[in-house]
């Protein structure tokens, strides 16, 4: 058997964090993932979470969905069902959160396409190659064919142009 080139996975002992840097990288990385898992939670279970942390030097953090009221109201009173107006609320809270993350999603998948498509210099090699096997008769026939949709176009738009109210010019 061979043996580990790493030490894989360590238990790392519960011991207050000395340095001042490493203890607010540490709480912010951690704020981070807490918030991740929240939002995940949210997203599978819809559920209404409130999450209030202070950070090292007593700043406080809080993450609330859908809003801060509803979540300190269902607290407070678990099985009364809130007024119409803070329902509205929140049932407009969750769809502005539901279509930001349709939004997201699309921008990820603008991203991932985006981040195949490569644009160097032998994919613009390429077309112009292909731009040169183009022979005269061809491009004679093209030029032609955009100079009949350039004169039926003039033709569309010049009865619009004519019926159009001229300004007055006093």
């Known amino acids: 058997m061979a043996e580990k080139k790493t030490l894989g996975r360590q238990k790392i002992s519960m011991a207050k964090i000395e340095n ?35 950070s090292p030097s007593d700043n406080p953090f809080s993450f609330f969905h859908p809003t801060i009221d509803a979540v300190v109201d269902r607290f407070f009173s678990p099985y009364t069902q809130g007024s ?18 349709v939004e997201l999603e699309d921008l990820k998948i603008i991203k ?6 490569t644009t160097d210099e032998t994919n613009i090699e390429e077309m112009w190659e ?22 039926m176009l003039k033709n569309v738009a010049a009865p619009s142009i004519a019926q159009a109210p001229q300004e007055n010019a006093n």
């Open 112 to 117: 991932e396409t985006l981040a195949n498509q």
């Open 20 to 54: 001042e840097d490493d203890l607010y990288s540490s709480f912010s990385k951690r704020r981070e993932t807490l918030y991740k898992k929240a939002s995940d939670m949210i997203r599978k279970y819809d559920i209404d979470v409130g999450i209030i942390t202070f």
């Open 130 to 151: 292909q731009i040169k096997e183009f022979n005269p008769e061809d491009l004679k026939k093209i030029e032609s064919r955009l100079d009949e949709v350039d004169l």
């Open 84 to 101: 119409e107006t803070s329902r509205l609320n929140i049932a407009n809270t969750r769809t502005k959160i539901k279509e930001k993350q």
